[in-house]
T-cell receptor, first 116, second 112 residues
Framework: GAVVSQHPSRVICKSGTSVKIECRSLDFQATTMFWYRQFPKQSLMLMATSNEGSKATYEQGVEKDKFLINHASLTLSTLTVTSAHPEDSSFYIC????????????FGEGSWLTVV | DAKTTQPPSMDCAEGRAANLPCNHSTISGNEYVYWYRQIHSQGPQYIIHGLKNNETNEMASLIITEDRKSSTLILPHATLRDTAVYYCIVRTLLGGYQKVTFGTGTKLQVIP
């Protein structure tokens, strides 16, 4: 199957700072990418949907000014957590839609964010 | 969005077939059923998908009922590495975007 890569896999940052997580589709072009967060023992929660070259669509309750999403190319989307706080500590997962394989959606390995 | 209902947990003996059910009674005609699994602390892994015909690949088989209101994912010979949370998802189209939302899934425990 297609490969989606996230970086970094783990990051620790200080409260009040910003951190960027990258999501890349390695062997296909992804016009649509999705960002999720997951707390321990809970299911994935969709945060936003982004299409290349346009603004992301955020789910209800997700602060767009806090979670900045950029999808500047067909193979790269970034999530920036601004002014991070300990409650933002979570597992962040991206996924990308492969239009050439029946629109199947593939997921990255996830990124663990710890805010101290 | 069509909602899916799955049992919260299941056990399966190693080497036996694991049959994971999913109800999606409000599915519409152009929506596919997708299955993913998530092993602890990893991103979800795509398993299989189908519209109305049964599907099989190297990982699993997907059986969809004729009325498409339910489906079953079959792992023919479960191994310990198949222990994971399995998610049944129905794909939606919303304003040109395709959203993938997750329910709570089924936690499959493969027992030696």
């Amino acid at each position: 199957g297609a490969v989606v890569s996230q970086h970094p896999s783990r990051v620790i940052c200080k409260s009040g700072t910003s951190v960027k997580i990258e999501c890349r589709s390695l062997d296909f072009q992804a016009t649509t990418m999705f960002w999720y967060r997951q707390f321990p023992k809970q299911s994935l929660m969709l945060m936003a949907t982004s299409n290349e070259g346009s603004k992301a669509t955020y789910e209800q309750g997700v602060e767009k000014d806090k979670f900045l999403i950029n999808h500047a190319s067909l193979t790269l989307s970034t999530l920036t957590v601004t002014s991070a706080h300990p409650e933002d500590s979570s597992f962040y997962i991206c996924s990308a839609r492969d239009g050439d394989s029946g629109n199947t959606i593939y997921f990255g390995e996830g990124s663990w964010l710890t805010v101290v | 969005d069509a909602k899916t209902t799955q049992p919260p947990s299941m056990d399966c003996a190693e080497g036996r077939a694991a049959n994971l059910p999913c109800n999606h009674s409000t599915i519409s005609g152009n929506e596919y059923v997708y299955w993913y699994r998530q092993i602890h602390s990893q991103g979800p892994q795509y398993i299989i998908h189908g519209l109305k015909n049964n599907e099989t690949n190297e990982m699993a088989s997907l059986i969809i009922t004729e009325d498409r209101k339910s489906s079953t994912l079959i792992l023919p010979h479960a191994t310990l590495r198949d222990t994971a949370v399995y998610y049944c998802i129905v794909r939606t189209l919303l304003g040109g975007y395709q959203k993938v939302t997750f329910g709570t899934g089924t936690k499959l425990q493969v027992i030696p």
